[in-house]
């Protein structure tokens, strides 16, 4: 890969040589930062936030077994075993019930996968996943580095950023999310698709008192509730050890932090059926909103629910992207969310945006080998809009079963 000097303009702070610069610092973009330092290829990642924990990210995120094998080709052995070692301890796989409790059928697809008679996905805390990933990229990574636009020429490409920085690298990677400033200048006109669905979702911490409430069926792992025209999701993430404890025992410089016991449950649904065509805009309003939701459910259910603090909830439109467009560019791509958005209802947006890192890090280590840049960048735009259509197409099926259902 021929290494170029970013150089300094418009009042920056020059970070050195950069082959290329990431836009983004959630699980896609830290991911592949992970690889390339892994490879050797320089590069800096720049992030919009002032810090990692600036906004919550606290939920659960549920990793298959094709994002453990690429988050495999990412990360080194010790923070892959990390990862691992916080995740929940709660048995696996969904138990499917109605709202009284009563065992039911749900055609979902992106159903838990197995190797051998296992189930294969882990569940892990949002946050602790982006610290892990962030571990020992200290170096790289530049915070309230706001992106606004890039100019691509023969030479380089030139990133500009809200605080007045701009630098010149070989390559720019837009990792920045849903919202993507890369995108909407790489594909203008391609915009996320409003679903008319929504996700709800919260959590409670798993104290003494609120898992005696909840009860043992729930309290044993996941369960999938299926409910009058949307679905409740409900996973106990349940920690071996203290988050910190276990980080110092594994990777001593790795700093994250403590996260106490808690249930994570989501309920997707169109929003007229969940009651949230105008966003709720306050915790009280959405605590309305999920008791009438859960009004009627067994008391070991609702209390998982209304043991909760609303000030912990969030509501989330369902949006979703489609990867379907080709870009022209010799020096700018996309990953993760970025180019590809779905429904997080099962949980495979982050999955396929390990899947792009684990990718595009392979192809840019081919094309330090001689592999030409270009032809690289194009090979992993091919396969990563194969496996992202898959993808999107598998969770729209879900929202459409859902809003016939509603
Ligand atoms: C409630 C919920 C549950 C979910 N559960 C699962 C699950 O179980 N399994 C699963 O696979 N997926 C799940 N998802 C989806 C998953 O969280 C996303 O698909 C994943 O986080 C996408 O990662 P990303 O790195 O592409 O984007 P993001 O996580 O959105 O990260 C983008 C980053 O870019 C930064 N940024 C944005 N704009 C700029 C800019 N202009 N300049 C610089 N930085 C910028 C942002 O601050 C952010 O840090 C869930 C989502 C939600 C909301």
């Known amino acids: 890969m021929v290494i170029e000097t970013a150089s300094q303009i418009s009042g920056s702070t020059g970070y050195g040589d950069a082959e290329g610069y990431l836009v983004g610092g959630g699980i896609g973009g830290l991911c592949l930062a992970q690889a ?24 659960r995120l549920r990793i298959d077994a094709a994002g453990q094998d690429a988050l495999a080709r990412c990360v ?12 929940s301890l709660a048995e696996p796989g969904p138990w499917f019930v109605d709202s009284r409790l009563r065992p039911v059928q749900w055609p979902i697809s992106g159903g838990w996968t197995t190797r051998g008679n296992a189930v294969a996905d882990i569940c892990v805390h949002g946050q602790t996943m982006r610290e892990i990933l962030a571990s020992g990229l200290e170096e790289h990574i530049r915070f309230d580095h706001a992106l606004i636009e890039y100019e691509e020429s023969a030479e380089g490409v030139t990133a500009r950023f809200a605080n007045g920085h701009g630098e010149r690298g070989t390559l720019l990677v837009g990792a920045d999310g849903i919202g993507s400033a890369v995108r909407r200048q790489l594909l203008p006109g391609v915009v996320p698709e409003d679903t008319g669905l929504a996700c709800i979702n919260g959590r409670t911490t798993a104290t ?5 409430a909840i009860g043992p069926e729930i309290c044993a792992g996941s369960a999938a509730v299926v409910a009058d025209g949307f679905l409740g999701v409900i996973d106990l993430m349940f920690f071996r050890d203290p988050m910190p404890r276990l980080a110092a025992q594994i990777v001593p410089d790795c700093r994250i932090t403590d996260v106490p016991e808690y249930f994570h449950w989501a309920l997707t649904g169109t929003r007229a059926c969940l009651g949230v065509e105008t966003l709720p805009g306050t915790p009280r309003e959405l605590d309305g909103i999920v008791r009438q939701l859960v009004r009627d459910w067994d008391p070991a259910l609702q209390a998982v ?16 992207l489609w990867p379907d467009r080709a870009w022209q560019s010799q020096r700018v791509t996309l990953l ?6 779905m429904s997080p209802a099962n949980g495979s947006g982050m999955v396929t945006a390990l899947c792009d890192a684990a990718d595009l890090s392979g192809c840019l280590a081919r094309a330090g080998r001689g592999e030409g840049r270009v032809a690289m960048l194009e090979a992993y735009a091919v396969t990563m809009r194969e496996r992202a259509i898959d993808a999107v197409r598998a969770v729209s099926a879900d929202g459409s079963r859902l809003a016939a259902a509603a």
């Open 305 to 320: 629910f209304l043991r909760g603090d609303p000030a912990e909830w969030a509501v989330h439109p369902v949006c979703s």
């Open 36 to 59: 390339l330092k892994r490879t050797g290829v320089p590069f800096v990642l720049f992030e919009q936030d002032a810090t990692l924990g600036a906004r919550d990210r606290g939920h």
């Open 336 to 341: 993760g969310d970025a180019i590809h958005a």
């Open 76 to 87: 080194p052995v010790d923070l892959l075993y990390l990862v691992h070692r916080t995740a």
């Open 208 to 212: 003494i008192a609120n898992c005696r």
